[in-house]
């Protein structure tokens, strides 16, 4: 109901884009009131009102809402599907700039307009803080998102009695993970990202490891310290052997969809190796000469593994039970940049599509994770462009997943691990260009500074600065520039809204950091109601818990011993 | 056959239910971070929900974005000597919240005027304009006819219920403003800030529409009402005469009225108001009788009230925005018909626009006392509290300071103890805004708008010797203006009491007359 009344809301924006306001209707109905002291029975009264879209709409709204929350079921295991999307450092200020932009590109103002998840019934706050920091990264947050428990900075589904980088102290600290319990209740399990598989936040769904950077055996010391821990890619490998030895008395199935980036973790550091994709001279960067690739094929004979659109676009999601796929040496392109990729890789839409069509084969019920990995890195990389153009993506990956399952059995859940420095300034007027220049509301000529230069719109308060890089669209081009932070640039003759261009900063640092203010939790589906309010991070696993009643499913699976 | 692990570990223990040994280690089941949010899944599936309220409060923290939130959360935690990160203010314990989409009707970033008309009117408007829609022309005064609009206050008042308005800014600043004034032009406080024609054409300042609220509401309407019961704020310098005779004991200036009309509004609200009590200073305050009192008028200041932390400088002393909200809340609820209160804790965006973190963050916490006080006094089963922003700033709390890491300090990193350096070789502030004046070091300052008389100085400084915790210390920033600016970002509403189910994800401002419409009846079907 309130997806609807939100898209008439809509049409009426558009409708006051191009037509005089209907304010002033001095016939006002009364129909609809009776008390003698109702303002409505004065003809002087709300008419304005209710001829005035941005009042009808916000009513709309607000009924829209009392539908909703009677709709309400409090009950456990309503869901037999989860899928949760996390885009990964994006904050508040990132989803209404990409807001603002996935409307104007639709010939919007840009202001109206809603991100798809931006209409789901229910919205929460999480704090995302990790245990040792004030201000986190995406293993601990993804940790915390995963498994139930916050956790220290830089560890991968382990809990704060780790000692980061110490492989001695992991024995003991591990954690299970909502993945791995779906994995074990019999559901269908998928992990779908556009950064390398083996990054911190898609390994937080299925490994454990005290160092989030262990992503193969040739990042762990060579000192014989860490020789009783696995890399991170030999876990994604090993994962059902893995789980079946920890937990005793299960039999499952392993993962049926991985699909990302990162090939390298997986092939040894060996020319011949090299895939057709390759980028690097040697793709694989293993120094254990173990083939990755191969053992999983050999694990899953009648899986399908595929590197690049062609095998993509051969899957039949009908009868594939195992699909693994590595579409680059590392991450995938940015949305904006992916025609740039040698042998060619789908969209997070293409893939979210995929994965939902092979796992929702399974009676019982699937459990999806879905990252959007690439959004952090553009801002990392002082580059809005694509932060914003990968969070659209998200949301048209996130409509996809909308219109392919149903509200009575399917929580979905969006999100982010942390935010950015990342800043919409004042005060532009209503469809200013959102990576434009300040144009002032009344005004056609840029708005200028105290030192009489024009500034954006958007910005960060840290990284490294200006460049100014014309059409590029790889935001990480930023990292041959020179640090430009600190100082101010006459941006005068700079087209702002192209792709390669990176926003001004104040303090210099290698790359533009996180951000600690809370992010937001958006739902719909069974157990939605349940996200609201202000919560730590952790709480997202007991709402999936509670949706899909997912510990009880998974212990009944346990076989005695 | 297959025995559970689960029941044969239970047997095993002599106990006759599951839960042990599962899937899942005791280690984890038992940590505190899994037990705690276990605990708020239980509390959210156990909370009320309450159609219909009696009273309403709605706190507005102007310009209170998420940063400024969380910070402030940290800062308030670390007051109190915990590490800060893991508290919550009063409101943030509230069971429901939603994201609201602050824009005006012609700004991308807004200003106050334009969203409190929203939230206080069910429409979204112009920048600027007071109770006004967007059809009006900002500045012009013939624009008015037709637009004006109908608050939730006024809706109130006609309803019988008592009325209130908080403010530590001037009473008729934009957001307090729009909840009882229709201005084309914000900056219309009396009658000294308009042009000649608009005065001609029968436009009213906002000081005067304040006081005339009664009358101008019952010819608007034909309906006979009794009045707003308590208006406190600053602001006194709109009410009197530009003269000096006029001026209280608490003056800043050496005339204090601005008004070029000659009139004493304060003189005109107490004959029309006979039985109501004027005050000006804090002995008056603590003197009002909360039983007896029918009409309040308090204004505390010639401008804006003090920052909370700088309120022992005020000449003749002021109540804090908690002492207010309870005094209003006492005389309030005298009305067994119910009542709806705005306070405003308007300082947290002047102090931004300043650059000074530091007082934005103390006087949010003042207005998480503040709503903790209104809480105290009333029943979450009658009473509806609202906390929301109009807008945010462009406020960041930057990577990567350790957990318990000083909000107001440099960064020191995990498991550091010296403060990191930038690529520029000197330390950096956790918080930083991206425009304003910038750096100035004004030591054990509590008046951010002091930040104003030093010249303007954006880009990097070297804080190795300075102590940014300092209540006088302002942020560096990167484009330099004459004030830093509000943020376009969704800000966030917290609710708690009858109503608060329909706060629910994201929203346009002007949802939340409706919310308060539905849910105190006021314009019936």
Request: with cysteine; charged share 20%; proline share 2%.
């Amino acid at each position: 109901m309130k997806t609807i009344n939100l898209n008439i809301f809509k049409i009426s924006l558009l409708a006051l884009a191009i037509s005089s306001v209907l304010v002033g209707c001095s016939n006002y109905s009364s129909s609809t009131t009776d008390s003698e002291k109702n303002l409505a029975t004065d003809e002087r009264s709300l008419s304005h009102a209710q001829s005035n879209v941005w009042y009808m709409g916000s009513a709309s709204t607000i009924t829209g809402n009392a539908t909703e929350f009677a709709k309400i079921v409090k009950e456990k295991g309503l869901a037999k599907n989860v899928i949760l999307f996390i885009g990964d450092g994006m904050g508040v200020s990132t989803i209404t700039a990409a807001r603002i932009l996935d409307g104007q590109e639709k010939g919007l103002d840009g202001e109206e307009n809603n991100l798809s998840f931006d209409n789901f019934p229910f919205s929460g706050l999480a704090k995302t803080y990790n245990v040792n920091a004030q201000t986190p990264d995406s293993a601990g947050t993804m940790t915390a998102i995963m498994s139930g428990v916050k956790t220290d900075v830089g560890v991968i589904g382990v809990n704060e009695n780790i000692v980061r980088a110490d492989c001695s102290t992991t024995s003991g600290n591990e954690l299970i993970s909502a993945l791995e319990l779906a994995e074990i209740a019999g559901l269908s399990t998928g992990i779908v990202s556009t950064a390398r598989i083996t990054h911190a936040t898609p390994a937080a769904t299925y490994a454990k490891s005290a160092e989030r950077n262990w992503e193969d055996n040739s990042d762990m010391p060579s000192d014989g310290s860490a020789d009783e821990c696995e890399d991170i890619a030999s876990q994604l490998v090993n994962f059902k052997s893995n789980l079946e030895a920890r937990i005793a008395g299960i039999d499952i199935d392993g993962l049926e969809v991985v699909m990302g980036g990162g090939r390298r973790h997986f092939l040894p550091n060996n020319a011949t190796y090299n895939s057709t994709d390759a980028s690097s001279a040697i793709e694989g960067d293993r120094t254990d000469g173990r083939d990755l690739i191969s053992e999983w094929t050999d694990l899953y004979t009648e899986g399908t593994y595929i590197m690049d659109q062609a095998g993509f676009d051969a899957i039949d999601t009908e009868t594939t039970e195992h699909v693994f796929a590595l579409f680059n040496e590392s991450h995938m392109h940015y949305e904006a940049d992916r025609e740039n990729d040698i042998a060619g890789e789908p969209s997070l839409s293409e893939m979210t599509e995929t994965a939902i069509k092979i796992l929702d084969n399974n009676e019982k019920g699937f459990f999806l994770v879905v990252e959007a990995g690439r959004i952090d890195h553009a801002h990392h990389a002082g580059n809005a462009y694509n932060a914003l153009h990968d969070t659209i993506e998200l949301s048209n990956a996130v409509a996809v997943a909308e219109s392919l399952t149903s509200e009575e059995d399917t929580l979905i859940i969006v999100t982010a691990d942390h935010g950015h420095v990342f800043t919409i300034a004042g005060y532009p007027k209503r469809g200013n260009p959102i990576l434009g220049k300040v144009v002032g509301v009344g005004e056609t000529e840029v708005s200028l500074a105290d030192d009489d230069m024009p500034y954006t719109t958007l910005g960060y308060a840290n990284g490294r600065g200006f460049s100014d890089l014309g059409d590029e669209t790889d935001a990480d081009m930023g990292y041959d520039e020179e640090i430009r932070a600190g100082e101010r640039v006459d941006l005068t003759e700079v087209d702002t809204e192209s792709a390669g261009f990176h926003q001004e900063a104040l303090v210099a640092l290698s790359a533009e950091t996180h951000s600690g203010e809370d992010v937001a939790i958006y739902a719909r589906g069974p157990g939605a109601h349940l996200v609201n309010g202000t919560n730590e991070q952790n709480i997202i696993f007991h709402v999936m818990d509670y949706a899909l009643d997912l510990v009880t499913k998974a212990d009944a699976n346990v076989d005695a011993l | 056959m297959k025995i559970k692990k689960a029941i044969q570990a239970a047997l095993a223990l002599g106990l006759t239910h599951s839960a042990v040994a599962g899937v899942i280690s005791d280690d984890q089941l038992n940590n505190i971070w899994y037990t705690d949010a276990q605990t708020s899944i239980s509390e959210k599936q156990a909370q009320k929900t309450i159609k219909n309220a009696k009273n309403i409060i709605v706190f507005i923290g102007d310009g209170m974005g998420i940063s400024t939130l969380t910070a402030a959360r940290i800062l308030d935690g670390q007051n109190k000597e915990n590490s800060g990160e893991e508290g919550l203010l009063s409101f943030e314990k509230f069971p429901r919240t939603a994201l609201v989409k602050t824009y005006n009707v012609d700004a991308q970033t807004p200003d106050s005027a334009g969203t409190m008309t929203a939230m206080m009117s069910g429409l979204k408007t112009d920048m600027g304009v007071l109770g006004v829609a967007e059809g009006v022309v900002r500045g012009e005064c013939e624009s008015m006819e037709n637009n004006e609009v109908t608050t939730a206050l006024e809706l109130a008042e006609i309803k019988g219920l008592s009325t209130g308005i908080v403010t530590t800014a001037r009473i008729t600043h934009a957001t307090p403003a729009a909840t009882y004034a229709k201005s084309p032009e914000r900056n219309w406080e009396d009658i000294s800030d308009m042009p000649d024609d608009a005065i001609e054409y029968g436009c009213k300042d906002i000081a005067a529409q304040l006081v005339n609220f009664e009358s101008n509401l019952e010819s608007r309407y034909n309906v006979e009402i009794d009045g707003i019961e308590v208006v406190m704020g600053g602001g006194r310098r709109h009410f009197l005469p530009n003269d000096a005779s006029a001026n209280s004991a608490d003056a800043s200036s050496a005339i204090e009225g601005d008004r070029t009309d000659g009139e004493n509004l304060i003189e005109e609200w107490q004959s029309i108001y006979s039985e109501g009590v004027y005050v000006m200073d804090q002995s008056g305050f603590d003197a009002i009788d909360t039983e007896t009192t029918k009409h309040l008028l308090g204004l505390f200041n010639e401008s804006h009230m003090h920052y909370e932390a700088d309120r022992h400088n005020d000449i003749s002393g002021e109540p804090s925005l908690t002492e207010m909200t309870e005094t209003a809340i006492k005389i309030l609820d005298n009305n067994d018909n119910g009542y709806f209160l705005v306070v405003e804790a308007g300082r947290i965006d002047h102090a931004h626009h300043a650059g000074n973190a530091y007082n934005a963050l103390m006087d949010t916490i003042e207005l998480s006392n503040a709503v903790q006080a209104a809480l105290d006094l009333t029943n979450d089963e009658e009473t509806l509290i609202i906390v929301t922003a109009d807008h945010g700033h462009v406020f960041t709390i930057a990577g990567y300071p350790k957990r318990g890491n000083p909000i107001l300090g440099k960064v020191i990193a995990v498991d550091e103890t010296q403060a990191s350096l930038a690529e520029d070789g000197m330390p950096y502030t956790t918080l930083g805004y991206s425009n304003g004046r910038g750096f100035s070091d004004l030591g054990n300052e509590t008046d951010a708008d002091l930040g104003y008389d030093e010249a303007i100085s954006v880009g990097r400084n070297d804080l190795s010797g300075v102590d940014t915790e300092t209540s006088g210390f302002h942020q560096e920033a990167t484009v330099p203006m004459t004030a830093e600016t509000h943020s376009g970002e969704d800000i966030t509403i917290h609710a708690n009491g009858p109503g608060s189910y329909l706060v629910q994800g994201v929203m346009e401002q002007s949802a939340l007359f409706h919310i308060i419409d539905k849910t105190l009846n006021l314009t019936a079907e």
